[in-house]
């Protein structure tokens, strides 16, 4: 029977996993401590795609330890309706124990209940049944089943003598839970059951990078140092290197370099280019462009589609839409401006631009260094400055306009 990580972390996958050699050591020696008695929670927040799902999971498929137990889940496919998501946090953990590749069964409570007869555990079928119990009643215990829910792992660990580190993946959609009136403060709970634990070890991932830096790192938050903040950011050139010649079989030094200034690193970016690459045969500095071109700007191109998610699902995020695209627009022209400038250009006060920048900010569209505003990623700028303002393809462009794209991409690429 394959095992439930290799379910969801495929060979195909594990074939070109590359580098996160800190991130990886971060966690070994962290489970080292876990095991004398210290260690710490651990967060990775990074931009969309830059692989920390991936770090997680690679992780999880080394981890050879059997005083640990490690249980992955995706918070983007659990509910947060605070009572499902008390049935399937636990039910995510009973996934992992009876190392079952079916998620279906562990997110119902109807299938649960009938699965508990195979767990041997009390701790499980108390805590199953509770949820049925309370399931039942014509207004559930909202609070009374997450508390239920995190105290779960601690209970099963003691019982199972066991230590379980969870990874939990998405983690800042914990607070949606918090639109429901009887809970307001899933983070407070959650932190108050967390400092009873001492068998529990987590370790969250997200995107929301703004949102995950409050949880954990501003003094107003519950749950405040109670992590440890790493970042996973884009590769470095070795890195990039690395993957770009795993996909093309390339050693090519301008071919690697091309690569990496395209993508600036991002290993998602230079997997979509080196496979474009691959299908369009043409292993060569043009060809890098080109690919770029196409993914970013063919309807259907992976890059397009991932910078399409990425701005829909963060300008629906903010108020004041009209003129944050207006903002946008200016930098995606040219960024690294200071206020003034983009004041001017927008035509409104001071204020009112800085307001509108930390909403940018919030969303992790634009940073700010040195007093000047740019985007965080500059794959987005490209993107904004075409398929935004309408250049796009439906199918592959003819010889003169993709010539025209690689010319662009150049200039603004040059750097
Ligand atoms: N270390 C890596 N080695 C090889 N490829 C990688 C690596 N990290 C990321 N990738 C590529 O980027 C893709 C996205 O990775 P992953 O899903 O782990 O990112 P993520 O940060 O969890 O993204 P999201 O924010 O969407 O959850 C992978 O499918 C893979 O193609
Ligand atoms: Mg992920």
């Known amino acids: 029977m394959r095992s439930i990580i290799e379910s969801i972390y495929p060979e195909k996958e594990r074939k070109l996993f590359t580098d996160r050699e800190i991130e990886l050591a971060l ?34 498929f080394r981890l050879d330890n059997d005083q640990v137990f490690a249980v992955y889940m995706d918070f983007e496919r659990l509910d947060t309706t605070p009572e499902f998501f008390a049935v399937q946090y636990a039910g995510q953990i009973l996934r992992w124990f009876m190392n079952d590749e079916n998620l279906a ?34 207004r559930p215990n909202q609070r009374l089943m997450l508390e239920l829910a995190f105290d ?47 068998k529990t070890h987590y370790v969250v991932a997200g995107s929301a990078i703004r949102m995950l830096e409050r949880i954990f790192q501003e ?70 462009r080109k690919a770029f071109a196409l993914e970013a700007l063919l309807r259907n191109g992976s890059i397009n589609l991932m910078c399409k998610y990425v701005f829909e699902s963060s300008m629906g995020r903010v108020r004041g839409e009209a003129l944050l695209k207006t903002i946008i627009r200016v ?11 983009i004041s001017k250009a927008i035509r409104r006060k001071e204020g009112t631009t800085r ?3 930390e909403r940018l900010c919030d969303i992790d569209l634009i940073v ?11 794959v987005l700028r490209y993107w904004i400055m075409n398929v935004y ?20 991409i150049e200039e603004i690429f040059q750097k």
Request: charged share 30%; aromatic share 12%; glycine share 6%.
């Open 152 to 198: 779960f792992p601690e209970k099963f660990a003691k019982e199972q003598n066991i230590n379980i580190m969870l990874f939990l993946d998405e983690f800042q959609r914990l607070k949606e839970i918090d639109n429901f009136p009887q809970i307001r403060d899933v983070l407070g709970l959650f932190r108050s059951v967390l400092q009873t634990q001492s």
């Open 105 to 138: 069964p562990y997110l119902d409570i109807s299938t649960l209940v009938k699965k508990t007869a195979d767990f041997k555990s009390k701790v499980a079928s108390d805590t199953i049944y509770a949820f049925f119990d309370e399931l039942n009643k014509a």
């Open 368 to 378: 700010k260094e040195d007093k000047l505003y740019y985007f965080r990623d500059p």
């Open 219 to 288: 003094s107003d938050s519950p749950l405040f140092a109670q992590f440890k903040v790493e970042r996973v950011s884009f590769f470095e050139k070795k890195a990039s290197f690395e993957l770009a010649s795993k996909i093309t079989n390339s050693q090519n030094p301008g071919v690697m370099e091309m690569i990496y200034k395209l993508s600036s690193g991002h290993p998602y970016y230079i997997y979509s280019i080196c496979q474009r690459m691959n299908e369009i045969g043409e292993i060569n500095i043009n060809g890098a």
């Open 355 to 357: 307001n509108m920048l």
């Open 27 to 60: 966690l070994d020696r962290n489970t080292q401590r876990i095991l004398e008695g210290s260690g710490e929670n651990i967060c990775f927040i990074g931009l969309r795609r830059v692989g920390k799902s991936l770090t997680l999971k690679h992780y999880i």
């Open 389 to 408: 303002e309408g250049v796009e393809f439906d199918a592959l462009p003819g010889k003169k306009v993709l010539e025209d794209m690689v010319r662009d």
């Open 331 to 341: 930098l995606a022209k040219e960024d690294g401006k200071k206020i003034s400038e």
